[in-house]
Antibody, heavy 124, light 110 residues
């Protein structure tokens, strides 16, 4: 079965660090573009980061310099390392597969598979 | 990276049609035909409903359709059903390998 399962969420104090994991099954993470999207309680979706199949990484301004997206090909798992956490980072974090058919021709660029999410709460 | 603008809520009766708008700028919605739409039921993960502005993934009802004009994309749901009640989000590629979502629209089926 093709699926994504996020783990690693929890309660963390402001200024702390947390690493989220997203285990994939049924497809290969390293052959795809993968992303993290978050949703604060009662709020809308916010794109966080993307990693290309070639390894390039990109971030939303709100997390740049604090969050790092990466993957472990041997474990077929995507990660999000979150440092210097703030109260406003409190959210459910989803990992998602990004379909990019032809990057240079701008064909695709949508999220076709989502995990169930993991809740991160930043509070003292 | 400002969020795309969606109405906070829309409503309709069973069998009716509704349209949800999604307004961006010439840097995102207006520059690319890469708007996607997601349905989210409470406590669930988002589900892809429309991609590349107007294409439907396999398994999505043809009651869902998408379009774009200028900097505004739209999602139309025809023949409203009770199961369509959910939150809907638009998303656009915004250049420089970034994405931007709309604030979300709560659809109520009366």
């Amino acid at each position: 079965e093709v699926q994504l399962v996020e783990t690693g969420g929890g309660l963390i104090q402001p200024g702390g660090s947390l690493r989220l994991s997203c285990a994939a099954s049924g497809f290969t993470v390293s052959s795809n573009y993968m992303s993290w999207v978050r949703q604060a309680p009662g709020k809308g979706l916010e794109w966080v980061s993307v990693i290309y199949s070639g390894g390039s990484t990109y971030y939303a301004d709100s997390v740049k310099g604090r969050f790092t997206i990466s993957r472990d090909n041997s474990k077929n798992t995507l990660y999000l390392q979150m440092n210097s956490l703030r109260a406003e980072d409190t959210a459910v974090y989803y990992c998602a597969r990004v379909v990019v058919v032809v990057p240079a021709a701008f064909i695709g660029w949508y999220f076709d598979l989502w995990g169930r999410g993991t809740l991160v709460t930043v509070s003292s | 990276q400002s969020a795309l603008t969606q109405p906070a809520s829309v409503s309709g009766s069973p069998g009716q049609s509704i349209t949800i708008s999604c307004t961006g700028t010439s840097s995102d919605v207006g520059s690319y035909n890469l708007v996607s739409w997601y349905q989210q039921h409470p406590g669930k993960a988002p589900k892809l409903m429309i991609y590349e502005g107007s294409k439907r993934p396999s398994g999505v009802s043809n009651r869902f359709s998408g379009s774009k004009s200028g900097n505004t994309a739209s999602l139309t749901i025809s023949g409203l059903q009770a199961e369509d009640e959910a939150d809907y989000y638009c998303c656009s590629y915004a250049g420089s390998s970034t994405f931007v979502f709309g604030g979300g629209t709560k659809l109520t089926v009366l």
